[in-house]
């Protein structure tokens, strides 16, 4: 309906590259990937820290210089400046729900803000949007004018992912959004997720250290070690551990070292 | 002394949901109001600095005389004369109806500084921190080249230029007071800015100018707020600075620091015409600095919890 890429990939990423210069020393933290991610595809990217995984993401939402190569999503390059277009085609859900809800905005500001933005309804609708979106991720509507700092990690996490669905974008980008979580509540924010992507027909590009939780989320799965892609598995190929490289035979094994996920789908929300 | 209000009232202020945007902002004034309480020296300013507001409100009805009424008779008596309390000045003016009525001019003075110079600084200091770049060399340079001048000297050069009186003095001591704002405010919109949730708001389509005042000033607004309070007291004493040597209020405005001027000639014989505007001096500018450093504890962001 509107300007997915020619192949109807949504995500389209070809010869990425993201150098970091500063005082003559250049980083080269994505080095040449090539990514192509499927309408209502759930993608996962996967890797040791520092290596390139979230930069790619920061990259595609240009909040990190794209150096060479193009990355697209739903045509649209990555926006220099402010793009109202672009924010309501893609939205992104950090790491750590601590640092990413404003401290001194209420969960209703946080909420209402995109809205305000955008001039999208008059204040009774906003209102009435506010309630439904906590409603939604699963939160009473009595948290609405509380501060961050009365709300416990998976709750801000939950209030995270409220707002970035405000605008009702196409497309998620989930930056480890349950690593800075207790384990229970990882799976409590993960299943919200799964549920959110069935109910709205969302595009998953979501960065993780935890092949458990990419696993449990994602149709396939690329793997990357210092600013490369190395492999790129589906789910069935990861759930026979039908593995090439040693590296990622080294991530599974570190990833199923510590205690799985008491994952299930829909659980309590 | 943290139970002075009615429960039904404590409960609706500490509510754990509160139902309106409201409610939950009084709820946080009332948090930092109960760390305020905590404070006996904090309270002790904010009583001095409220004195300080009651005089000037009410002035007239302090007043025992008119603060500009001469009465040769009367000159240079002694504190504690009958219908003189505090004593009279050179001209038989009552020193108390003075001092009251210069509570007026310093509030004025302090007031008018207040709304122009801290907003100025924030504008600039958070431009700065936020664009950074080009932008952040440029005002930052600026505010160094004011930076660089003292204080007193800067306001008496504006002054001259600008020729005394009050309004003058108030421009002077704004144009002097805004490098340290912008410098607190740059500080802290560099610790604020590459923070997710400022990223969020840009991915959300936020402009430069709703992210600087709805989510950068707010973080940066407590340490302005105890910047100024800090201020205060040097402002009060720059605008009697100015007054004292003839480049502030005229003669015959009851200003603190004319009043001290005035008194100077007569230190020796009649210590009450200078120390008694000299006192009041003092006990303001204690009382601003006693609750900026309350005010300091409970707003400062880094002492509170998350």
């Known amino acids: ?269 | 002394m943290a139970n002075v209000l009615p429960s039904p009232w404590r409960a609706w202020l500490t509510s754990r949901s509160p139902r309106s945007r409201r409610q939950a902002w009084l709820g946080q004034l009332y948090l930092g109001w109960l760390a305020l309480l905590r404070n006996p020296l904090a309270l002790l300013g904010l009583a001095i600095v409220l004195a300080l507001v009651l005089a000037a409100a009410a002035a007239p009805l302090l007043a025992s005389q008119d603060p500009l009424a001469q009465s040769l008779p009367d000159r240079l008596l002694p504190p504690g004369s009958p219908g003189h309390w505090l004593g009279t000045d050179e001209f038989g003016r009552d020193l108390w109806s003075r001092v009251v009525h210069g509570a007026r001019v310093t509030l004025y003075i302090v007031l008018l500084v207040v709304v122009t110079a801290p907003v100025f600084g924030l504008a600039v200091g958070t431009a700065a921190g936020y664009f950074g770049g080009l932008v952040d060399v440029v005002l930052m340079r600026l505010t160094d080249v004011f930076l660089a001048f003292p204080r007193l000297i800067l306001a008496l050069a504006f002054v001259a230029a600008l020729g005394p009186g009050i309004e003058n003095a108030v421009l002077a001591i704004a144009l002097t007071a805004w490098p340290p704002y912008a410098r607190v405010a740059r500080a802290e919109t560099l610790t604020v800015v590459r923070s997710d949730y400022i990223a969020a708001a840009q991915l959300q389509g936020a402009g430069s100018l709703r992210i600087i005042t709805g989510h950068v000033m707010p973080l940066c607004l407590s340490s302005v707020i105890v910047r100024i309070t800090l201020d205060m007291a040097g402002i009060i004493l720059v605008a009697a600075g100015l007054g004292f040597l003839g480049l502030g209020a005229q003669p015959p405005l009851p200003e603190w620091g004319l009043m001290i001027s005035s008194g100077r000639k007569f230190l020796f014989d009649q210590w009450w015409v200078a120390t008694v505007p000299g006192l009041a001096i003092f006990v303001v500018s204690l009382g601003f600095n006693l609750l900026g450093d309350g005010l300091r504890d409970v707003l400062d962001p880094r002492s509170a919890g998350r």
């Open chain 1, 1 to 269: 309906m509107d300007g997915t890429g020619k192949g109807g990939a949504m995500i389209e990423i070809a010869g990425l590259e993201v150098v970091f210069a500063s005082r003559g020393d250049r980083v080269r933290a994505v080095d040449g990937i090539e990514l192509a991610v499927a309408e209502r595809e759930a993608f996962g990217l996967v890797g040791e820290s520092g290596s390139g995984k979230s930069t790619v993401l920061r990259a595609l939402c240009g909040l990190a210089p794209v150096s060479g190569g193009r990355a697209t999503i739903a045509g649209l390059p990555p926006p220099r400046r402010r793009d109202p277009a672009f924010a309501r085609r893609v939205q992104m859900v950090f790491q750590d729900p601590f640092s990413s809800l404003h401290p001194r905005h209420t969960i209703d500001r946080t909420l209402a803000e995109p809205l305000v933005i955008h001039r999208l309804g008059d204040r009774r609708e906003r209102d009435r949007q506010v309630e439904a979106a906590l409603t939604d991720v699963g939160l009473d509507p009595g948290f609405r004018f509380r501060y961050p700092h009365q709300l416990s990690g998976g709750q801000r996490q939950r209030v995270a992912v409220a707002r970035a669905l405000m605008l009702e974008p196409q497309v998620l980008l989930l930056d480890e959004p349950t690593s800075a979580l207790d384990a229970s509540v990882q799976a409590e924010v993960l299943n919200l997720l799964s549920r959110l992507r069935r109910e709205r027909g969302l595009t998953f590009l979501m960065v993780s250290h935890d092949f458990a939780v990419i696993d449990h989320m994602c149709d396939r799965v690329a793997v990357m070690q210092g600013g490369r892609i190395v492999e790129t598995l589906d789910h069935a190929a990861l759930a026979r551990r039908q593995v090439r490289e040693d590296y990622t035979r080294r991530l599974l094994e570190a990833s199923s070292a510590h205690a799985p996920l008491a994952l299930q789908e829909e659980g309590g929300a």
